[in-house]
């Protein structure tokens, strides 16, 4: 980091950073930013920091307001939006040169000074111009005001330029996109400085080359544009093929160019034109105009003899001619006649002359050239149509003038010419303004106007544009005079009169200085431009001067139903003919550039000049020769002399103040006064000698650049004292900061140590007392203690004897009492725990009725109540276990109550039958299928179903029966088949008889005389014998109208089979045949059956 840096980094930033902001032009400079100031001024020192500067990236140099720029040949970060915004509103000479110091000069001197600007950018092909032009656009684009309107106005103006671009730019050997016309555009502003609008003026474009291009070189961007871009559709429309090679006119050595997409371009110049504001069939229109020029081009002719023995041309291969014709709407033979005769008119008189083949191709190229410089000339009028400002109040305008710069080629023609003298033109007006402005600047400064000496090309414009003895004078002249004209009649012409011009040099001119000159050949004439000699070919002179379009031609076109195409050839008009011939170009130019000159005499001038550091448009190239050709034609030496002729370098007195106050010890560090008198007080003391500057009214002149650079130099060492001293006092301000606040840190870190150390000890003491006072206070408690046991001991002591004593008294008295009751009292207390405990113990009895257990009586004398006690729980048990039961239990249990009181200890067979549960229907007839039949036989509910064995007397052997049970019934049934066999109503039955024993036998015995007895008694047996008899017994005593069924309970009984009666016997037996009884038959009247006795 540079002193310097350290001290001036106004917005606080350091040098490091990328966006290093400077003070002045003056910091870090790079050679040197404004060529006034080089010391020893020649071209050496000129290039030799231009080169400098280039190789650094400073593509900009001032010289004075002057910006020179150098063609980088690549894109460099030094056009972003922060460098608009860098150098928005700052002075010129506040920041390294760039062209956005001049475009925000010209901007604000136009907006806040209501000074109407022009920005004059000349320079050689390809050195820059017209992307000057556009980047001074873009950045007052920028910086104006902004909103919809002006928005709207602003992209318009811009997008002039694709559309201009496209028509009138081409590849030429030294530039990509070379402007093939001049321009010049007035940008109009309202009193805001807000765009309104503009004007397009357009200068001589270079029409030869639609017909013909130099070698590597091409014709006008938009025939390739057109061919490359536009859609199939479009072609179809327009007749036209994507070939390149199928048009004469399309040079094919360089059609595509690196870098170039003209397939994108074309989409671009479309929408370009539609933001301009071209209507969809205009911009057709256009296209139309460019494909017939393409035509034209293919159109050939052949020679075809005449009687006269003259050849006449006819064309070749019509196919061209008839698509051309179509696509403008031209009848052909008027067209196919033009291009063979020609009429000629002279004083009323019309004649007819035939064209031969050069002839024809002549008008045919005439045609091309004329019909394509029309259609461009239109589309600028066109372009400021929609471009115009509609306001009609009065406008501030900034013009931008992009032309061609000087031109020393080796064969320079009529366009070179024309070219180099509208530098000349430029160059004095140059002069002229620049000397004005000086002059201006002294007299407003009041400094003392010395005169200034310089070249005035003013005798060069002379030598061109003179009235009567110019050589454009004189080329008009040699155009429009009777006779044979050639353009050798043309030079000796100039020779006679020229001659002595101390600026034409010509071999054959009267001044024999030439006569020898073998560098100038006899068709060539030379002239000394400011900028150096150049030797013009007379050739084609007097024929591109002309211009000349047979008016056959012209009135072709105007035929055309095309209506563009019409109003391009307005004097093809018959009714309209003019005799007189059209201004020459030579003419028409030298009144467009006086026009123009005008112009830019209103205006306030800057000036861009532009150089191209190389022939090979690269990047990194700096060609000394090269660059010191165009520093020397664009007389930018001059320029560099003009404006050191005062004084080379001033100043406002505040900035100067600024800068070097701290050169004086009044000054600095803060001048109080006028900026003036520091300034007188500082140069005094600095002892610069008084011829050295003069003081102006707001601004130092400084004559000479050595005293701006001892200035400079003596500020670059003050400003190392200054930086030492900053850097003292900065470095004294941090130790002292730094001990200060070591300091405090120092007393805190004490304080706090002692606290610490401090509540260490206190610590240490309050535990030590503690132990000490503990130590103390048991002692004295143990003390305490052993006093208050003394005391205890001593009460207990006493309180035992008196106890013992009064004890003794108490028992002595009441002896007598304790034995007359004591007795009593025992028994009672005794008696009371035995049934407490005899109570307790009967807890331990279950709920269960069945359960018969009870405990055993403790004692005799409870004999009774404990009877009485187990019978009330178990009448109160059974009486809680019955209140458990449902309706149907308490019929099973009813049931099973009244078999015992039938059977109990009568038959040895019920003690077997009481754990069983009385089932009723053990067939289960309601559900099985078998039983279907037998139970629709049954009308009534069955109240018991069962297998039983029906005895035979014969043999007492048993058969299967089923038995059923009804209310009014019973009834015996087969057990295979279902089929009832007996169904005897209840009345019938008298009495049912069963033995003692445990065997399932019974006999129901029938009323005799009834309808069921005669087939007398049933003996059955069953196993559920208890259960059949009780529910026979029930069904007896719930009937009413029937007597009760006996039961009768026997070992010995008669049952009445048929006729007989048979005695049935029980006997007890051992258990011969299992534990089943068993019948047998002894004889015809008895029955035996044998039981077996019960385990
Ligand atoms: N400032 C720049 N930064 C980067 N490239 C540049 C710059 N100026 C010019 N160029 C390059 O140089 C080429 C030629 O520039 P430009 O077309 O402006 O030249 P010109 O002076 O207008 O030439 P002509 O007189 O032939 O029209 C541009 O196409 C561009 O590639
Ligand atoms: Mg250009």
Partial sequence: MTVSDILISPKGGTADSKMEVKMSLLDNMIGVGDMVLLETLNEDSFIENLRKRFDHNEIYTYIGSVVISINPYRSLPIYTPQKVEEYRNRNFYELSPHIYALADEAYRSLRDQDKDQCILITGESGAGKTEASKLVMSYVAAVCGKGQEVNKVKEQLLQSNPVLEAFGNAKTVRNDNSSRFGKYMDIEFDFKGDPLGGVISNYLLEKSRVCKQPRGERNFHIFYQLLSGASDDTLMKLKLDRDFSKYNYLSLDSATVNGLDDAASFRTVRNAMQIVGFMEDEVQSVLELVAAVLKLGNIEFKPESRVNGFDESRVKDKNDLKEMCELLGIEQSVLERAFSYRTVEAKMEKMSTTLNVAQAYYARDALAKNLYSRLFSWLITRINESIKAQAKTRHKVMGVLDIYGFEIFEDNSFEQFIINYCNEKLQQIFIELTLREEQEEYIREDIEWTNIEYFNNAIICELIEKNQNGILAMLDEECLRPGTVTDDTFLDKLNTICAEHQHFESRLSKNSKFLTDHSLPHSCFRIQHYAGKVLYRVEGFVDKNNDLLYRDLSQAMYKATHSLMRELFPEGNPAKVNLKRPPTAGFQFKASVGVLMRNLQTKNPNYIRCIKPNDKKAAHIFTDSLVCHQVRYLGLMENVRVRRAGYAFRQLYESCLKRYKMLCKKTWPQWRGPARDGVEVLLTDCSVPSEEFAYGRSKIFIRNPRTLFTLEERRRACLEDLATLIQKIYRGWKSRTHFLLLKKSQVVVAAWYRRYAQQNKYQKIKSATLVMQSFIRGWKARNILRQLKYEMRCKEAVTTIAAYWHGNQVRREYRKFFRANAG?????????????????????????????????????????????????????????????????????????????????????????????????????IQKNPKYQKLKSAVEEKVLLADLVNKINRANGKGSPRLFLLTKSNFVLADQKTGQVKASVPLPDLTSVSVSTQSDGFF????????????????????????????KLHRIGTTAADRDQINIDISDEFLVQFKQDKVCVKFIQGGPKNGNSAACKRKNNRLLEVSVPSSP
Wanted: glycine share 6%; charged share 30%.
């Fill in 824 to 924: 009593k009292k025992i028994y009672d207390f005794t008696i009371q725990r035995i049934m407490q405990k005899y109570f307790l113990g009967l807890k331990t009895t279950t709920m269960s009725p069945m359960d018969n257990t009870w405990p055993a009586r403790p004692y005799g004398f409870l004999e009774g109540a404990h009877t009485e006690l187990r019978r009330i729980f178990h009448l109160w048990r059974c009486k809680k276990y019955r209140g458990q039961f449902t309706e149907e239990k308490k019929a099973v249990y009813e049931e099973k109550l009244e078999a015992s009181e039938i059977f109990k200890d009568k038959k040895a067979l019920y003690p077997s039958s009481v754990s069983q549960p009385f089932k009723g229907d053990y067939l289960e």
């Fill in 1003 to 1030: 006999a129901l015995k029938l009323k005799e005389g009834s309808a069921s007895a005669s087939k007398g008694d049933f003996l059955l047996s069953s196993e559920h014998l208890i259960e059949i008899i009780t």
